[in-house]
């Protein structure tokens, strides 16, 4: 579904990534860890069409969207939610989600998007006429997922969902996360709660100072020296 081939992204002068691959197959959960700084929003946001790269593809379903503008990313089957929400505050809930189906095979399927979403996220179908700004965190944080899954994507790209939140939203977040992959669209999740991740992928990547320091199985990384040390902070792997 998702394959990035030696993507190089710069913010100015200063080079972020370096010739990153990585692969999201259909229906997969796939983790991206590092620590802060490393890049991993730069990389999310990059795919989105947020960020432009400067070197590299980013094919999704075999078409290079490398140079498409991101708000037409959309259109080819990606849908992100970015760190911080970034919701409308001074709009309603359910205006919100309304924006979230604005192409126009997603408008098509809005009825029933909307009624999925209610179904993940009853809090949303009761808060439809509140505005966005005055949703405690938690709820803010469904209501961007929400507004995600209302484009109606093959993959959605989550970046940092359990930020700032209370551990019992957090279980929340990830319970969600896990029905929406199994309801068949695929996951490319950057997040802080390191151990939560790889509990719910299929595969992971570190990302560490810009580049792919090591890629496989959630177990392979989770018990790794490097993710240990660099993610983890456990300074003794012995």
Known sequence: MLEVRGLDV?????HALWAVDLDVSDTEIV????????????????????????????????VDISSVPGHRVCRHGL???????????????????DLGAYRSAARAA?????????????????????LAGSLSGGEQQMLAIGRALMARPQLL??????LG????????????????????????????????????????????EGRIALSGAPEELVNSDVVRREVLGLVDVA
């Open 10 to 14: 710069y913010y100015g002068d200063a």
């Open 31 to 62: 983790s991206i860890v590092g620590p802060n700084g490393a890049g991993k929003s730069t990389l999310v946001n990059t795919i989105a069409g947020l960020h432009r790269a400067r070197g590299g593809q980013i094919l999704m379903n075999g």
């Open 79 to 97: 849908a992100i939610v970015p760190e911080g929400r970034r919701i409308f505050p001074q709009m309603s809930v359910r205006d919100n989600l």
């Open 110 to 130: 809005h009825a029933g998007s909307l009624a999925w979403v209610h179904e993940l996220f009853p809090r949303l179908a009761e808060r439809g006429g509140q």
């Open 157 to 162: 790209l989550l970046d940092e969902p359990s």
């Open 165 to 208: 939140l209370a551990p019992v939203i957090v279980d929340e977040v990830f319970d969600v996360i896990t029905t929406i992959n199994e309801r068949g669209v695929a996951i490319l999740l950057v997040e802080q709660n390191v151990r939560r991740a790889l509990a719910i992928s299929s595969r992971a990547y570190l990302l560490s």
